[in-house]
């Protein structure tokens, strides 16, 4: 067989910020990774990564190796340190299935996936959870390797949140709900989640302001320590953002509201403030989307494990409620 890595052309990586220029798996680069020390790990892994091209082999073989590999209290090997494989196009993939290590000691593996022959899209959804070394996929040798159908939306969507955009607990970060969206859309995106680490800092706004993008959706309200901590900080994070991108439009969301409390009320009402003060202004280009709309109380034991995080059901009920407003911006 013929073994191809991540790295060479025609495989497309998408879902890692300026990976054509760096060539390196990272959502962020050095100079903020020292500025916010807290995301030094966070910010070399990449959930929502993609590697993608089209084949007309009949047996495909995915190989991983980490970097590190570490146990994570709420998801399993399965759910966090594998990589997910479909086949077809991004509106409606067929999932062909996960590769991942059977232990934590196990740093390198592989598994090999019947295709039918024809030459069709592969999309392989990197490991959610490690900082990865390597990922090679190797195809017949009389098998030809091409570049993947375009994204009917190649300008990036941008999530930016906690560990619920990050990918946190679906089964994989496939079911995210902007993996969810980016199928339902056709649109690529880029998962900027950095679970209990994201704080709405300037120079993460400068940072994110560099990302390619046709939409911003803001949602940082689980990592601020308190209300008063939100209130510092994600109307001036928004401004911050405005300077550089004075048309992109922004979607506004607030957490799925589990717990109900008054602390969870202020923390919306802060967030619908920047959204009125945004369009008081003459902003015509700010949205906004209410968590506590993803779900009812009744059905909050179906939708999360653990009352914070949504599981697979949790995060579709995300992405419906989500995607009227994106599929008017891209679409309209």
């Given amino acids: 067989m013929k073994e191809y890595s991540y790295r060479q052309s025609p495989i497309e990586v998408y879902g890692v910020p300026f990976f054509k220029e760096t060539g390196r ?3 962020l680069p050095e100079a903020i990774r020292t500025a916010i020390p807290r995301l030094e790990f966070l910010g070399r892994r990449v959930p929502g990564g993609r590697f993608a091209f089209r084949t007309d082999s009949k047996k495909l073989t995915v190989k991983v190796v980490f970097e590190t590999l570490t146990p ?11 990589a997910y494989v479909y086949r077809g196009s991004h509106s409606q993939p067929t999932y062909l299935g996960h590769v991942f290590p059977v ?4 740093k390198v593996f592989s598994k090999t996936f019947d295709l039918p022959g024809d030459m069709d899209d592969i999309l392989i ?8 070394a390597d990922m090679t996929v190797s195809i017949d040798e009389d098998a030809q390797l091409l570049p993947p159908t375009p994204y009917a939306h190649p300008l990036p969507v941008v999530f930016y949140g906690s560990s619920i955009t990050e990918g946190g607990c679906c089964s994989k970060i496939s079911t995210g709900y902007n993996s969810i969206l980016s199928s339902w859309l056709d649109c690529d995106f880029f998962n900027m ?3 209990g680490a994201a704080r709405g800092e300037f120079c993460m706004a400068d940072y994110l302001s560099t990302l390619p993008m046709s939409v911003f ?5 689980h990592n601020a320590p308190s209300a008063d901590f939100l209130k510092a900080t994600h109307e001036p994070f928004f401004r911050r953002f405005r300077e550089h991108h ?3 439009p922004v979607v506004f969301m607030t957490m799925p509201d589990f717990k109900r409390d008054a602390d969870a009320q202020m923390r919306r009402e802060i967030i619908h403030t920047t959204y009125e003060n945004a369009l008081a202004s003459g902003d ?4 906004f989307v209410d968590g506590g709309t993803f779900f009812s109380a009744k059905e909050l034991p179906l939708c999360s494990n653990d009352l914070v995080h949504p599981n697979d059901l949790g995060m579709f009920r995300m992405a419906e409620a989500v995607y009227p407003v994106l599929d008017r911006l891209l679409n309209a």
Avoid: A, H
Avoid at 103 to 106: H, R, S
Avoid at 125 to 132: A, D, L, S
């Fill in 25 to 27: 798996l990272e959502r």
């Fill in 284 to 287: 015509k280009n700010v949205y």
């Fill in 72 to 82: 994570d209290i709420g998801m399993s090997l399965y759910t966090c340190q594998s």
């Fill in 125 to 132: 959804y990197m490991p959610r959870n490690e900082i990865i």
């Fill in 217 to 221: 959706v803001c949602d940082y309200d």
């Fill in 193 to 195: 989640g950095f679970s």
């Fill in 246 to 248: 004075p048309e992109t």
């Fill in 103 to 106: 232990n934590y000691d196990q």
